[in-house]
């Protein structure tokens, strides 16, 4: 993450921690593996071959880091960066779409004045033009069916309607994100790999990214299964620090700053 003037830091904590002291193992400058390597290999080898699991997202340079030093390890992609790919991969569809509407509606505006007209826009059952359809609808697609309201349902059933291809890309994510409630390893992975030929199969370009990165990392994506391990504790203690960081209006003096995160987490 970055304190100040975008200069990143990795920070690499303990879960048994839980956000108080003895949370925050290292802080390192930079985010190279080289350097993490240098700073953890400071850590006994007795202490490094205690560490059983790591979950860290799809940084290559990470990997190679958790590799090196903790040798007895097994790496766990943590699934909220790997379902976080599909849902991008459905908003940038959306958002293709919204552009392509003003598009036509800027289009539309010219041809009126042209022909001297006034230019009505396009209005749907529940009010909406196509393109706030495409901007209101960001995040009912973010969410289950179960979980939509009457609004919603209404805003969804329009939605799919004018925009087919849309409706298709949220039901693969829903898919996607269903595999997940899975507790066994070996039918998690054939679920994801019929989930991979399914957006090969389908030509949906926009999952292609998601497929592919998936297909590579399949192994220890599919370590989460075993125990189920997540990164929300290293998330949550990235919200701590920001949090700290905004109380202190900012870092002026980053080396105090670093010295009053040791004093409380180290």
């Not at 007895?72 to 959306?94: C, G, P, S, W, Y």
């Not at 990214?209 to 125990?227: R, S």
Request: aromatic letters at 10%; a positive charge; glycine letters at 2%.
């Amino acid at each position: 993450m970055s304190l100040s003037q975008g200069e990143l830091y990795t920070f690499v904590t303990n879960k048994l921690g839980k956000g108080r002291q003895g949370t925050m193992v290292a802080c390192i400058k930079g985010t190279s593996s080289k350097d993490i390597i240098e700073v953890l290999e400071k850590l006994t080898i007795e202490n490094r071959s205690q560490v059983k699991e790591v979950t860290l997202d799809m940084a290559k340079n990470m990997e190679a880091a958790v590799k090196v030093v903790f040798t007895n390890a097994t790496l766990v992609t943590d699934r909220f960066h790997v379902v976080k790919l599909a849902m991008e991969a459905l908003q940038h569809i959306r958002v293709k779409l919204r552009w392509n509407e003003l598009d036509k509606e800027n289009e539309a505006i010219k041809q009126a004045r042209e022909s001297n007209q006034k230019y009505e826009a396009e209005v749907l059952d529940n009010g909406d033009t196509p393109k706030q359809l495409l901007a209101r609808c960001r995040y009912i697609l973010a969410k289950k069916e179960a979980d939509w309201t009457t609004n919603q349902k209404q805003r969804a059933e329009i939605l799919f309607t004018k925009y087919p291809e849309l409706k298709t890309a949220y039901h693969q994510t829903l898919a996607f994100r269903n595999i997940y409630e899975d507790n066994n390893i070996t039918s998690a992975r054939t679920r994801f790999t019929d989930w991979i030929n399914d957006i090969i199969e389908k030509e949906t370009k926009e999952f292609y990214t998601v497929a592919n990165t998936v297909k590579y990392n399949l192994d220890n994506i599919l370590n989460f299964f075993t125990h189920r391990h997540t990164n929300a504790n290293a998330e949550s203690f990235n919200s701590k620090i920001k949090l700290f960081r905004a109380n202190q209006r900012g870092v002026v003096d980053t080396k105090f700053f670093l010295f009053r995160l040791y004093k409380l987490f180290a």
